[in-house]
């Protein structure tokens, strides 16, 4: 093989100085670190804590009631204190809204159920929600 280009032929001519000196059979020095290994472990996503949070889309889409085509947003989901929210997809544009479903976690049964949806809900008000988790509105 003729190399034509003179960078090229010093990262050949590296890259071969390279892979002879890994496949040398030198034993390392005493003090040489042991190389690092790297293991990867697919993470589970988090067990749901006596809260239901993280409440998951398919958790909250299960008992979401929605009709065919509409979906819960994943990025949208909120949760804190066995409350949770979830902004909707709609199957196109024009049906799309702009309000949310509140759910509300059962620690007993460990389900999730559909209280209601809005965009601007009171705390309290007929779901009940507490102030305390920031998905509802203290003032209206």
């Known amino acids: 093989m ?24 030198q034993t390392p020095a005493a003090d040489t670190a042991a190389p690092a290994t790297a293991t990867t472990q697919a993470s589970a996503p988090a067990a749901p804590a006596a809260n239901g949070c993280p409440a998951t889309a398919s958790a909250l889409q299960k008992v979401s009631g929605l009709d065919a085509g509409y979906k819960i947003d994943e ?20 049906q799309q809204g702009d309000g949310v479903i509140f759910f509300q976690y059962d620690a007993t049964t460990g389900e999730w159920a559909n209280k209601g949806e809005g965009s601007d809900v009171p705390c309290g008000g ?15």
């Open 75 to 94: 990025s949208s989901i909120k949760c804190k204190e066995n409350w949770a929210t979830a902004a909707v997809t709609a199957p196109s544009i024009e």
């Open 126 to 140: 007929d779901m009940g929600i507490p102030a305390s988790t920031g998905l509802c509105n203290p003032d209206a």
């Open 2 to 25: 003729r190399v034509r280009n003179p960078l090229l032929r010093g990262l050949v001519a590296g890259t071969a100085v390279f892979a002879m000196s890994a496949c040398s059979s």
